[in-house]
Each structure stands twice: as C-alpha cells, then as structure tokens.
C-alpha cells in the first residue's frame, strides 16, 4: 500500500509541475550597438534599425498561450557603459491608456528586471504610458534615483513605444564583455482590454515576475554585421512555429464552414459580414500552405481568426432564422 501511494504521490508531482519546465526559455542576443540611441520614446531612428526585434510576450497564466489582440516587441542593444532597450506595444486605442502615476503596474505599463552576471539580485524598472517610472531592488532594499537610469515614451495612433538606457553601473554586476548571460524578464500591464491579456510577459511565467528561474536570457554580442534576419527569425522561432500550428490547425476545419457559408451567402441579410468570414478562412488556408510563414503575417492573420469558427456558426444560424422568419 505505502509503495502505491508512493507511486500515485510521485505521478501527482508530475502531473502538477508548471509546464514552464516544458516551454523553452527565450533567449535574445544582445549586440554591441554601433552609436547610442537617442532617448525621446522613438523607437525608428538609425541606431535600432540593425537590431533584431522579439515578438510574442505570453497571456501570464495562460497555460503556454500567447497574446493575440495586442502584442508586444523590443529590441536591445549596449555600449561600454549603458543597456538600451527599445519597445513597442500594440495599443489601437490609446485615448484609453490607464496612466495615475501611483503604482505604476496598476497603469498600462512596461516593467524590465535585469539579473546581471555577479549581481547579487535583480534590478526592477517600470515606466508606464506617460513616462512615469519607478525603479529598485526586490524587497523594496533599494530605490534608485531618477538621475540612475533614463527612459522616454511616446503615444501613437495604434501603439505606444518605449526607450530606456539603464548605465551597467548601477546593476551590481561584473563588468560586461561578450559571451555573457544575463536572466531577464520584460513584461507588460494592459488595462485597456482584452482582459485576458491584461498580464503579458516575454517568457513564460506562471509564479509572478520575479521567477527567476524561469526568465529569459540575453546573451552579450559584437557587432550584428548583415545578420539581422536571421537573428530575428532564430530569436522569435518558437513563437513563429506556435502560431503557424494553431493556423494550420484552423485551417483544417476550413472546408466544412467555407461550405455552411457559402450556402447562406445570398439568402439574408449578411452578405457582407458573410464574405468578410470566407475571406478570412481562405488567407488561414493559403497561410498554412506557407513552408516559413512570416510572424507579422501571421499576427495579423491570428487577430483576424479569433474565434473564427464560434462567429461562423453564428453567422450561419443568424441567416438561417432570418429565412426561417422570413417563410
């Protein structure tokens, strides 16, 4: 008895561990940037434009899901003294952006938390959508002053952009030379809608923004040379490949609703609406034809396919009573 108790203890264990320890830990290789950004919240001027992009920040707590409705990208680069990061987060409603000023992770915000090799804790910075910001040490051991580190925003018509430079001597950590890994986790606070991507992180936790363990990484490097394509498409490949599974496994199901609507097409009153559905049925097939679909292709397209199937049906039953009424 104690031996099959053991056994059903021992596979609870398993059953319940966080399938954290199943999901790769994003890694970004950070180069050494040829000039220094300026830091005005503008996120296109030259000194980003070879630096590869990450996309794809997780639903924290979303069982291994990924944001649809409003993803998140950055970029980072350093020098001999600084980090710099460069963000952009999709907001089409900016009118809404949550700004106090008071807790900056109860605002639409940003937060970046820095493990340097040798430090002996992480940094935590937050600056939300007004340039608000707040920075320190876990426990609350240590605030940094404003003058330690800078950060700028600023506000679009579809999303709002971030620029930070955090000077390495503030971070406690060992001098930064190539070859070096640091744990990082960049996450962000969305209080415009949708609320199941209020929390979205760029690795995948599921125990708080302060799982170390299960932070990512960057990774110090030279110069990028001509390689920026094939660093980004390296750095968002899990992301990439998960979209692209789910689109073609939408895109199975695509004969049989392509059929249910075409038969409702001219009988009511929804012949827009209709068309509009089969559009989006036919790029999500043509999308998993693709051999390497591009990830901002396939962004756009995973918006568009949000519970396709559940607005097909709808659509079908709403056309069907509309005739029944009709007769």
């Known amino acids: 008895m104690d031996m099959i108790k053991?056994?059903?203890?021992?596979?609870?264990?398993?059953?319940?561990?966080?399938?954290?320890?199943?999901?790769?830990?994003?890694?970004?290789?950070?180069?050494?940037?040829?000039?220094?950004?300026?830091?005005?919240?503008?996120?296109?001027?030259?000194?980003?434009?070879?630096?590869?992009?990450?996309?794809?920040?997780?639903?924290?707590?979303?069982?291994?899901?990924?944001?649809?409705?409003?993803?998140?990208?950055?970029?980072?680069g350093w020098t001999e003294e600084a980090l710099y990061l460069a963000v952009r987060a999709e907001e089409p409603n900016p009118e809404k952006l949550r700004t106090t000023g008071t807790v900056l992770w109860q605002d639409d915000s940003m937060e970046l938390m820095l493990f340097p090799s040798g430090a002996p804790t992480y940094t935590q910075l937050l600056v939300n959508s007004r340039g608000d910001r707040s920075g320190g040490r876990p426990a609350r051991e240590y605030k940094l002053a404003m003058t330690d580190w800078e950060a700028a925003v600023s506000v679009g018509k579809t999303e709002w952009a971030l620029e930070m430079r955090v000077p390495f001597k503030i971070l406690m950590g060992d001098p930064v030379k190539e070859g070096d890994e640091w744990a990082v986790n960049v996450g962000r606070y969305i209080f415009t809608g949708p609320p199941e991507e209020r929390v979205t992180c760029w690795p995948f936790l599921e125990k708080?923004?302060?799982?170390?363990?299960?932070?990512?990484?960057?990774?110090?490097?030279?110069?990028?040379?001509?390689?920026?394509?094939?660093a980004e498409k390296e750095i968002n490949r899990v992301y990439t490949r998960h979209m692209a599974d789910k689109i073609k496994k939408l895109a199975g199901a695509a004969e049989q609703y392509k059929k249910n609507l075409a038969e409702i097409k001219t009988?009511?009153?929804?012949?827009?609406?209709?068309?509009?559905?089969?559009?989006?049925?036919d790029r999500a097939v043509k999308m998993a034809a693709e051999p390497e679909p591009d990830v901002r292709d396939l962004i756009l397209l995973s918006r568009d396919c949000v519970k396709l199937q559940r607005r097909s049906k709808e659509c079908v039953a709403r056309v069907k009573l509309e005739v029944l009424l009709a007769d």
């Not at 970004?28 to 996309?55: F, T």
């Not at 009988?267 to 049925?281: I, Q």
Request: proline share 5%; with cysteine.
């Open 267 to 281: 009988a009511g009153s929804e012949g827009e609406e209709v068309e509009n559905l089969l559009r989006v049925w």
């Open 208 to 230: 708080g923004f302060h799982d170390v363990p299960n932070f990512g990484k960057f990774v110090f490097k030279g110069n990028i040379g001509d390689d920026v394509h094939a």
């Open 6 to 76: 053991t056994i059903f203890y021992v596979m609870a264990l398993v059953a319940s561990a966080s399938c954290a320890d199943a999901v790769e830990r994003p890694s970004y290789p950070c180069h050494r940037l040829a000039q220094s950004p300026v830091i005005d919240g503008k996120v296109n001027d030259a000194a980003w434009q070879n630096m590869p992009e990450a996309i794809g920040f997780y639903i924290y707590r979303g069982a291994g899901e990924y944001a649809v409705e409003k993803q998140t990208s950055f970029k980072a």
